[in-house]
């Protein structure tokens, strides 16, 4: 292994020196395991994460990676992960797809694990007719399993995110999965200047010893579950001790918030929040919200921005401050089903939300579409 310098999370993320490539996501994605100091990579390819494994299985080769190996399908990858976890260290891997639907019965398992792996999601269509194009209807389900979900609008967000996913991880009272999700293609393979820290200098190493649950101990939940399953028991003790466990892993996203507002600062972004019309977006689409809000003002529509970083834990705070006074709101998306217009809806004033426009299947969302909605909605807030 490569002798480097190990420093405070906090200088690394804040204070440390950057400089600037000309990279694409994937890249971003290398450069970031590249500064994690993780123990072990786990891999298998697919369509748009495969060059960004094969990108850390180089590190690997050069001496970044402590360990990396290819699994022979996602769930054995994920499966892998999480006996990787088990044991102490600290791993990496990434999927997208039809390969997160293949692997998924291990994230809600990660979490009840209380493993503090984190995954990249390179998010694409999973439905037939077969496409390799970038859709996220993924994370809508990801959201779910207990996992910490994060969505990265561009390749700067996506390395500072894979670095402060794990700040946050391990911290003892969160010690749960973080998937950092990005838009296929979109943001895998759109190359922008990213700002990087120097690639002499890495996070801390993992410390099992600061986990809630003992590595590998086969007497205390979660392992002993596995050991002697509590399915296998018919009684209100076996009942209790799941449903306790769930409301633990959730108790954790929660306790969370305080190491996000640490790491990453606010969870949202929000652009002209005294507008009556607002978009409320998160990744590719609030890259493409943020144009539109652009081109809205100059044909004389006052709209403004909110763009979420962080899915899970959903920041109900926040975003019921930010929207409180808005008149009309807007959520384009990247999916057919609008699981973000879903979970805004679900907390302010639900007539108030307009889901759209929402593309997927690999289509394009130019901000003409979405500013085409913005007057529709203008002509009713400023009548």
């Given at each position: ?86 044991g102490g260290v600290r791993v990496f891997t990434a999927t997208g797809g039809p390969g997160t639907l293949r692997a998924f019965e291990m994230f809600p398992c990660w979490a009840g694990m209380r493993l503090p792996i984190v995954c990249a999601f390179m998010c694409r269509g999973v439905n037939s007719p077969l496409t390799i194009q970038p859709d996220n209807i993924e994370i809508g389900w990801l959201m779910d399993t207990g996992m910490l979900i994060f969505h990265a609008e561009n390749p700067q967000e996506v390395f500072d995110m894979l670095l402060q996913a794990y700040c946050i991880a391990e911290q003892p009272d969160v010690h749960v999965p973080i998937g950092v999700c990005m838009d296929g293609f979109f943001v895998t ?195």
């Open positions: 292994m490569k002798e480097r310098k190990i420093v405070d999370p906090e200088y690394l993320l804040k204070e440390a020196p950057r400089e600037r490539k000309f990279i694409t996501g994937n890249e971003a994605v290398a450069e970031a395991i590249k500064r994690a100091n993780i123990d072990i990579a786990i891999a298998y390819p697919i369509t748009p994460q495969s060059e960004a494994m094969h990108l850390v299985g180089d590190l690997y080769a050069e001496g970044y990676v402590k360990d990396y190996y290819r699994g022979e399908n996602e769930l054995g990858v994920m499966s892998a992960a999480a006996g990787a976890a088990l393979h759109t190359r922008e200047i990213v700002e990087v820290t120097p690639d002499d200098e890495v996070l801390p190493p993992y410390d099992p010893s600061m986990s809630p649950i003992p590595t590998m101990d086969m007497e205390s939940p979660p392992v002993r579950h596995m050991r002697d399953p509590f399915v296998m028991k018919s009684n209100y003790i076996s009942y209790a001790t799941h449903a306790s466990w769930q409301q633990e892993v959730r108790a954790a996203a929660d306790r969370a918030r305080k190491h996000i507002a640490r790491y990453m600062g606010n969870p949202i972004e929000v652009i002209n929040p005294d507008a009556k019309l607002l978009v409320v977006a998160s990744g590719s689409a609030a890259a493409q919200a943020r144009v539109a809000v652009d081109m809205a003002k100059k044909e004389g529509i006052d709209a403004g921005l909110v763009k979420i970083k962080v899915l899970r834990p959903f920041p109900d705070k926040e975003i019921k401050s930010a929207l409180k006074d808005a008149e009309a709101i807007l959520v384009p998306e990247y999916n057919i089903v609008g699981w973000l217009a879903r979970e805004i809806a679900s907390r302010i004033d639900a007539s108030k939300v307009f889901g759209g426009p929402r593309v997927f299947g690999g289509m394009t969302m130019p901000p003409e579409i979405i500013v085409g909605e913005m007057k529709k909605l203008a002509r009713v807030v400023y009548r």
